[in-house]
Protein backbone atom coordinates (compact mmCIF):
# COMPACT_ATOMS: atom_id res chain seq x y z
CA UNK A 1 0.00 0.00 0.00
CA UNK A 2 1.62 3.08 -1.40
CA UNK A 3 1.41 6.06 1.51
CA UNK A 4 1.91 10.04 0.71
CA UNK A 5 2.90 11.96 3.45
CA UNK A 6 3.03 16.09 3.17
CA UNK A 7 4.84 18.69 5.16
CA UNK A 8 6.17 21.83 4.80
CA UNK A 9 2.85 23.81 4.77
CA UNK A 10 2.04 27.42 7.24
CA UNK A 11 1.13 30.71 7.60
CA UNK A 12 3.14 33.33 5.13
CA UNK A 13 2.76 36.52 3.99
CA UNK A 14 1.85 37.93 0.86
CA UNK A 15 5.04 37.54 -1.55
CA UNK A 16 6.65 34.59 0.49
CA UNK A 17 7.75 31.32 -0.11
CA UNK A 18 7.18 28.00 0.86
CA UNK A 19 8.54 24.58 0.09
CA UNK A 20 6.00 21.63 0.55
CA UNK A 21 7.32 18.01 0.29
CA UNK A 22 5.71 14.61 -0.18
CA UNK A 23 7.38 11.63 1.20
CA UNK A 24 6.47 8.39 -0.25
CA UNK A 25 6.43 5.16 1.22
CA UNK A 26 5.43 1.45 -0.22
CA UNK A 27 5.59 0.91 -3.89
CA UNK A 28 8.05 1.90 -6.32
CA UNK A 29 8.21 5.85 -6.49
CA UNK A 30 10.79 5.48 -9.46
CA UNK A 31 7.72 4.31 -11.24
CA UNK A 32 4.98 6.89 -9.68
CA UNK A 33 3.87 10.05 -11.71
CA UNK A 34 3.11 12.73 -9.16
CA UNK A 35 0.67 15.56 -8.60
CA UNK A 36 -0.01 18.02 -6.62
CA UNK A 37 -3.41 19.75 -6.15
CA UNK A 38 -5.05 22.21 -3.59
CA UNK A 39 -8.49 22.81 -2.49
CA UNK A 40 -10.08 25.57 -0.72
CA UNK A 41 -12.99 25.50 1.33
CA UNK A 42 -16.34 24.70 -0.86
CA UNK A 43 -14.37 24.83 -3.97
CA UNK A 44 -13.14 22.03 -6.48
CA UNK A 45 -10.03 20.12 -5.58
CA UNK A 46 -7.73 21.67 -8.57
CA UNK A 47 -4.40 20.52 -10.20
CA UNK A 48 -1.30 22.76 -9.10
CA UNK A 49 1.25 21.14 -10.72
CA UNK A 50 2.08 17.29 -11.81
CA UNK A 51 5.29 15.83 -12.86
CA UNK A 52 6.04 12.41 -14.90
CA UNK A 53 7.78 9.13 -13.16
CA UNK A 54 11.46 10.95 -14.20
CA UNK A 55 11.06 14.25 -13.67
CA UNK A 56 10.98 14.73 -17.45
CA UNK A 57 7.92 16.45 -18.01
CA UNK A 58 6.03 18.42 -16.31
CA UNK A 59 2.89 20.43 -16.24
CA UNK A 60 1.46 24.05 -14.33
CA UNK A 61 -1.84 25.25 -13.73
CA UNK A 62 -1.87 28.96 -15.69
CA UNK A 63 -2.57 30.25 -12.28
CA UNK A 64 0.90 29.17 -10.91
CA UNK A 65 3.32 29.65 -13.83
CA UNK A 66 6.66 30.91 -13.01
CA UNK A 67 5.87 31.17 -9.29
CA UNK A 68 5.46 27.53 -8.84
CA UNK A 69 8.04 24.70 -9.27
CA UNK A 70 7.47 20.87 -9.19
CA UNK A 71 10.32 18.80 -8.46
CA UNK A 72 11.41 15.30 -7.62
CA UNK A 73 13.94 13.17 -5.87
CA UNK A 74 13.48 9.71 -6.72
CA UNK A 75 16.52 8.44 -4.31
CA UNK A 76 14.64 9.95 -1.74
CA UNK A 77 10.88 9.03 -2.46
CA UNK A 78 9.67 12.61 -2.04
CA UNK A 79 8.25 15.52 -4.63
CA UNK A 80 8.52 18.78 -3.74
CA UNK A 81 6.75 21.90 -4.82
CA UNK A 82 8.67 24.95 -4.35
CA UNK A 83 6.13 28.47 -4.01
CA UNK A 84 7.52 31.49 -4.42
CA UNK A 85 5.62 34.84 -4.91
CA UNK A 86 2.59 33.36 -3.27
CA UNK A 87 -0.56 35.15 -3.19
CA UNK A 88 -3.75 35.31 -0.67
CA UNK A 89 -6.12 33.22 -3.24
CA UNK A 90 -2.88 30.56 -2.96
CA UNK A 91 -4.21 29.63 0.32
CA UNK A 92 -6.03 26.06 0.37
CA UNK A 93 -5.08 22.98 1.58
CA UNK A 94 -2.43 21.06 -0.76
CA UNK A 95 -2.66 17.48 -1.46
CA UNK A 96 0.11 15.39 -3.01
CA UNK A 97 -0.96 11.96 -5.35
CA UNK A 98 0.62 9.11 -6.86
CA UNK A 99 -0.29 7.57 -10.37
CA UNK A 100 1.18 4.54 -10.62
CA UNK A 101 1.84 4.44 -14.31
CA UNK A 102 4.26 6.73 -14.73
CA UNK A 103 2.36 9.62 -16.45
CA UNK A 104 1.21 13.17 -15.06
CA UNK A 105 -2.15 14.58 -15.09
CA UNK A 106 -4.69 17.12 -14.58
CA UNK A 107 -7.87 15.27 -13.04
CA UNK A 108 -7.72 14.59 -9.64
CA UNK A 109 -9.47 10.72 -10.79
CA UNK A 110 -6.64 9.64 -12.54
CA UNK A 111 -4.80 9.23 -9.37
CA UNK A 112 -4.02 6.05 -7.54
CA UNK A 113 -3.30 7.69 -4.19
CA UNK A 114 -3.64 10.53 -1.92
CA UNK A 115 -1.89 12.38 0.93
CA UNK A 116 -3.69 13.58 3.47
CA UNK A 117 -2.90 17.35 3.07
CA UNK A 118 -1.09 20.34 4.50
CA UNK A 119 -2.65 23.74 5.24
CA UNK A 120 -0.91 26.48 3.54
CA UNK A 121 -2.69 30.03 4.19
CA UNK A 122 -1.67 33.11 2.47
CA UNK A 123 -1.80 36.53 4.35
CA UNK A 124 -2.19 40.13 2.67
Known amino acids: QVQLVESGGGLVQAGGSLRLSCAASGGTFSDFGMGWFRQAPGKERDVVAA????????YYADSVKGRFTISRDNAKNTVYLQMNSLKPEDTAVYLC?????????????????WGQGTQVTVSS
Open 97 to 113: AARTDGGYYRTPGRYNY
Open 51 to 58: INWSGGNT
